[in-house]
């Protein structure tokens, strides 16, 4: 069929299916994050990652507009030739101090940090992930033509079973997440780690999000459980209310990829307005760490909240909170009525997850105030009875939900509540 004939025809039913108003919507405004409007009607975003609030946060905002009006907007090419800021390599420094690692390097997206592993998952290497990683460790490991085995999500056991059964000369990879961006779940780093070393095998975590909001100073899944991954890798557009991306490693590695990565050498630079948010980002993330108390409990708060009705929201222990609405129509309408009521969430459909498995994701951010998640609350449980997702009326018991609170910053949160 004629390329361009496959997406007329794909598109007509894709409109008819969908509709126009779930995927792609242009937002007029926002309002400090936590709230925006569309077509003149404001809503609550609970869809958005930037988990500490700091993307409206004045110190960020200024020193990304400090950023351009010193640099620019654009450094014209990429960072092999004229794009590297002594700012890059700040950033690139104070995130491998951070994340534990010997050296980091930033690109313009998470997505292409990822896919800068590519020279490390060659054809004469086996890469082991789990079913649920992001399409991103997916894509790298395409490009960079590994065979890749996959172990069911999070199940150590099938992990060690198929390690076991390709024990030889090839190079292995662990490839897993952190915080799973659908499921909420944490990997079982331990677990990994341990057969890794058994097997000879390095691991590979994307941490984009739990950076920010994993372990005793935020530094993600690595500080939560005291290990060291050997390759870290993050979105800067999560808790670092950004847009980019970075990978941190062994500096020889990271030495490496910079010349090996065609996704590094033939980009261009991150923006330094991108660069200086992030570093102002993580700065006041290291020194605020109440603003992570404050999106655990708030998250503590909305999936107790959600079960108490009735809603199912997985495994997660953190601040995605997957609300389970099977079936794609029932998913989409569901998520319409939760906007006339509102609230903005993000529908996850195939292909971002299986068919069969559809949720509502909602994430609130440090900045969202009580009273925003009593009015989510309040939506779910009216849009969930008119469509019949939950029953009529409250549900008889639940099993709450411990958000993951490292000891450190369980204080800080009786602090940020006032108890
Ligand atoms: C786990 C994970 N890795 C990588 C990415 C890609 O990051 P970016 O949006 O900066 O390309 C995302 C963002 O969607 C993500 O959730």
């Not at 014209?76 to 994340?99: I, N, P």
């Not at 900045?367 to 609350?377: A, I, S, W």
Request: with cysteine; glycine share 12%; charged share 20%.
């Amino acid at each position: 069929m004629d390329i361009l004939e496959r997406c007329r025809s794909w598109t007509a039913e894709h409109l008819r299916q969908t509709g126009r108003d779930c995927y792609y919507r242009a937002i007029g405004d926002t309002f400090d994050g936590t709230e925006v409007e569309f077509g003149g009607r404001r809503v609550i975003m609970a869809a958005t990652h930037d988990y500490l609030g700091l993307s409206a946060d004045p110190r960020v905002r200024a020193a990304a507009a400090e950023a351009v009006g010193r640099f620019g907007t654009s450094l014209g090419g990429s960072r092999a030739v004229s794009g590297s800021l002594e700012l890059h390599e700040e950033l690139e420094s104070a995130l491998a101090v951070f994340l534990g690692q010997e050296a980091a390097v930033v690109l313009p997206s998470g997505f292409q940090a990822n896919l800068m592993l590519a020279p490390l998952l060659g054809p004469d290497d086996l890469v082991f992930g789990d079913f649920s990683n992001h399409v991103s460790l997916d894509e790298a490991v395409n490009l960079g033509q590994a065979e890749q085995r996959k172990f069911l999500h999070g199940n150590v056991e099938h992990l060690g079973e198929l390690l076991h059964a390709a024990d030889g000369s090839a190079g292995k990879v662990i490839l897993t997440d952190g915080i799973f961006s659908v499921d909420g779940d944490i990997c079982d780093l331990p677990g990994i780690m341990e057969l890794a070393s058994a097997h000879g095998a390095r691991v590979v975590v994307d941490s984009s999000h739990d950076l920010g909001v994993l372990g005793p100073t935020g530094a993600g899944v690595g500080e939560h459980f005291g290990l060291r991954p050997d390759i870290v890798t993050s979105a800067l557009s999560k808790s670092l209310a950004s847009v980019g991306g970075v990978i941190a490693g062994p500096a020889e590695v990271i030495h490496y990829l910079r010349f090996h990565s065609r996704t590094a050498l033939f980009t261009a630079a991150a923006s330094p307005a991108n660069v200086a948010a992030a570093l102002a980002a993580l700065r006041i993330l290291q020194a605020e760490p109440q603003r992570r108390a404050r999106v655990l409990d708030l998250a503590e708060r909305l999936h107790n909240g959600l079960r108490a009705l009735g809603y199912t929201t997985g495994a997660s222990v953190t601040p995605v909170v997957p609300v389970l609405v099977r079936g794609r129509e029932r998913c989409l309408r569901m998520w319409r009525q939760l906007e006339a009521a509102g609230v903005f969430t993000a529908p996850m459909t195939y292909p971002g997850v299986r068919a069969g498995q559809e949720v509502l994701r909602v994430t609130l951010t440090a900045g969202h105030t009580d009273g925003q998640l009593e009015r989510v609350l309040a939506a779910f449980e009216w849009a969930g009875r008119k469509e019949g997702v939950i029953a009529p009326s409250a549900s008889q018991g639940y099993a709450p939900v411990r958000i993951v609170r490292p000891a450190a910053s369980a204080d800080a949160a009786a602090v940020a509540s006032g108890g």
